[in-house]
């Protein structure tokens, strides 16, 4: 089983409406410049806790929190993520699964309660943000999309709005992904500690950052902002 991950051991962000713990566990197969866990991404963290201490905490917390969430990183890069899956679920816990999307073939399998895909901008952009060439990545990411929304889960599709990497017309072509989701969410690209140091520290102004919000009501998504005035 995986050995080690990030633990926050109550929070009420991670997993909405519920009181959860959430586990943030190394590696990921993208490589986007504005990702806030580079040393989760690049497997360099060194101050991760030992995967029997976090089951020992979960197993006493039943009764208390009310799931867990399972991020990254990308946490189905773990071959063996069923295994831990398994384990929380088996203690009682709803699971949230977060997830880039591009291993569409192990989503479901968790079984999971919720799931949130991050869609980075529109699936054709996708080989810049990756460190191998993939040609189908585009339609993994366009087979994660119809997956979670056909599978009757919970779910939310959130995008960082980070320049260089999506635009207003790219929220358009991804709101045309997303007819019949539950819920998009927006976030306002952070500037500060990321992947590439020299990843741009401009953002987009609230104007900008409205006109986008406005792109999804008019496309009839269930919106949510977050980072955004």
């Excluded at 866990?37 to 060194?46: F, H, K, Q, R, S």
């Excluded at 949230?96 to 901008?121: C, Q």
């Excluded at 009501?217 to 980072?227: D, S, T, V």
Aim: some cysteine.
């Amino acid at each position: 089983m995986i050995k080690s991950a990030g633990f926050i051991k109550t929070t009420l962000i991670n997993y909405p409406g519920k009181v959860a713990a959430a586990l943030f566990l190394p590696g990921c197969d993208l490589r986007c410049p504005y990702c806030h866990n580079p040393e989760l991404v690049l497997n360099t963290a060194d101050d991760l806790v030992d995967m029997d201490e976090i089951l020992a905490y979960l197993k006493k917390r039943r009764g208390l929190l009310q799931g867990v969430c399972i991020s990254g990183g990308e946490p189905l890069v773990h071959d063996d993520l069923g295994e831990l899956a398994k384990a929380i679920k088996g203690m009682g816990y709803l699971l949230k699964i977060d997830t880039n999307g591009t291993f569409p073939d192990r989503i479901l399998s968790l079984e999971p309660d919720f799931i949130a895909m991050d869609i980075k901008t529109v699936p054709e952009k996708y080989p810049m943000l990756s460190p191998v060439k993939d040609p189908l990545l585009p339609d993994k990411i366009r087979t994660s999309i119809e997956i979670i929304k056909k599978s009757g889960i919970e779910h939310e599709f959130r995008t960082t709005v980070a320049p260089g990497i999506v635009d207003r017309k790219d929220i358009q072509n991804i709101c045309q992904l997303l007819s019949g989701a539950q819920c998009y969410v927006l976030a306002g690209y952070v500037p500060g500690h990321t992947l590439d140091p020299n990843f741009t520290q401009e953002t987009y102004t609230d104007q900008e950052l409205h006109q986008m919000a406005d792109i999804v009501k008019e496309a009839g998504i269930p919106l949510k902002l977050r980072n955004m005035d």
